[in-house]
Nanobody
Framework: QVQLVESGGGLVQAGGSLRLSCAAS????????MGWYRQAPGKQRELVAA???????NYADSVKGRFTISRDNAKNTVYLQMNSLKPEDTAVYLC?????????WGQGTQVTVSS
C-alpha cells in the first residue's frame, strides 16, 4: 500500500505561482512512476507532469515551460512548481504513483486561478 498526501493548492491570480507537494508513505520502495494529474469540472482527468519508470519527465503540452516537476527522495516527496498560471489551469490536482503495477491516487488539492 502507498499513501499519497497532497498540499499547496489555493486561489491565485492569473500570472501567479503555486507549488504543490505530494508526500508518499507506506511501501514506497519500487514506486515505478510518480506524478501529477488534474481534473477540471466536466473534463477528463489529464496528465500534467510525471516522472516515468526510467526517471525521465513528461509534461502536458499546455504546461511546458510553465510547470516544473521535481522530487526530494530523502523526503519521499514530489513537487509541482506552477508559474505563469492561467485560468484554464483551474482544476483539482491529484498526485499519482504506480507501485508494482497498482496505481495509487491522493485525495487531490484544488487550484483556482482567477482572471
Amino acid at each position: 500500500q502507498v499513501q499519497l498526501v497532497e498540499s499547496g493548492g489555493g486561489l491565485v491570480q492569473a500570472g501567479g505561482s503555486l507549488r504543490l507537494s505530494c508526500a508518499a508513505s507506506g511501501n514506497i520502495f519500487s514506486i515505478n512512476a510518480m506524478g501529477w494529474y488534474r481534473q477540471a469540472p466536466g473534463k477528463q482527468r489529464e496528465l500534467v507532469a510525471a516522472f516515468t519508470s526510467s526517471s525521465k519527465t513528461n509534461y502536458a503540452d499546455s504546461v511546458k515551460g510553465r510547470f516544473t516537476i521535481s522530487r526530494d527522495n530523502a523526503k519521499n516527496t514530489v513537487y509541482l512548481q506552477m508559474n505563469s498560471l492561467k485560468p484554464e489551469d483551474t482544476a483539482v490536482y491529484l498526485c499519482n504513483a504506480v507501485h508494482l503495477g497498482v496505481t495509487y491516487w491522493g485525495q487531490g488539492t484544488q487550484v483556482t486561478v482567477s482572471s
